[in-house]
């Protein structure tokens, strides 16, 4: 069993007027702080995907992340979907995210995650762009539909190979199980917080490969919450997701993406036209 625990690091850009609001950046970073702490306790390395912008900005936190032991992977530069870039747009976003985590951290960066799994059948040429700045592992496609992107027609939510246009690209996508005729993303974000946990434990302990991802707004009890469409989906679920998460890592063990990639036998698993 394969089970990659990552966190998607967005939250000092994408928080409504946090820009202005100092109080909640440091309550964000505090959670990040009992995040470390928790993963510590269970000798757990996770890859949390980081904006370029935040490398920029805020790089004693990427330097925290990177010496607490874990992957400091790319989420773009400044969280734009890439469904509302051109090729050559996309390319500068990539490069300069790249660039700036790299300058903080001294590493490689290896694993790239798109900002609301954005790479869809209409961006395609973004693998090429990727293999072009040396990324290896991608952890953008959401093998079904949503808001802001997904890839539905992907045949696999499993390991696999991405092949478009004579690029070859390991691909780490996103679990997908189906629930009432619909096909969800369990392990994370607004479902995570919606399914009860004895849910969550069944579909896990029944698949050989789990990918997660968490946002600190996930867990973030004091966030101002915005009346809108959204509503439910957005907090639902919030006062008792840190418990679940903590149950979750007692549960199962979990590894990085980077690690997760030295164990798969990329030779066996399936290669994906698109």
């Known amino acids: 069993m394969v089970n990659i625990l990552s966190f998607d690091i967005e939250e000092w ?5 946090l820009s202005s609001d100092k109080n909640s950046e440091k309550r964000l970073e505090g959670y990040l702080d009992l995040i470390f702490e928790l993963l510590s306790d269970k000798i ?3 890859t949390f995907f980081v904006l370029g912008s935040i490398a920029r900005s805020h790089p004693d936190i990427i330097t925290k992340i990177s010496n607490a032991g874990h992957e400091v ?3 773009s530069d400044v969280h734009k979907w890439l469904t509302d870039f051109s090729p050559n747009q996309f390319e500068e976003d990539t490069k300069r995210a790249i660039s700036s985590i790299e300058n903080v951290t001294g590493k490689k960066v290896k694993s790239y995650r798109a900002p609301a799994f954005s790479i869809t059948p209409y961006n395609k040429w973004a693998f090429e762009i990727l293999k072009q700045y040396g990324i290896e592992y991608d952890c953008s ?3 079904a539909g949503r808001d802001f992107g997904g890839f539905d027609n992907y045949e696999k939510d499993v390991p696999s190979i991405v092949s478009y246009n004579g690029v070859e690209m390991k691909e780490l996508p996103m679990g997908i199980a189906t629930i009432l005729n619909k096909k969800i993303a ?4 607004g479902y995570f917080r919606l399914l009860p946990y004895s849910t969550i434990k069944k579909i896990i302990s029944s698949r050989d490969y789990n990918m997660t ?12 919450r915005k009346m809108n469409l959204r509503y439910f989906k957005n907090y639902y679920g919030i006062n008792g997701s840190m418990d679940k998460f903590k149950i979750l890592i007692n549960d199962f063990e979990f590894i990085n993406v980077e690690n997760a990639a030295r164990i798969i036998d990329w030779d066996t698993v399936p290669v994906v036209e698109i």
């Open 141 to 143: 496609i959401f093998p």
């Open 73 to 75: 992977a790319c989420h």
């Open 213 to 224: 991802y968490f946002h600190l707004r996930d867990f973030d009890v004091q966030q101002k």
């Open 13 to 17: 850009f994408t928080y409504e007027n």
């Open 186 to 189: 369990y392990s994370g974000g």
């Open 44 to 46: 757990i390395s996770a």
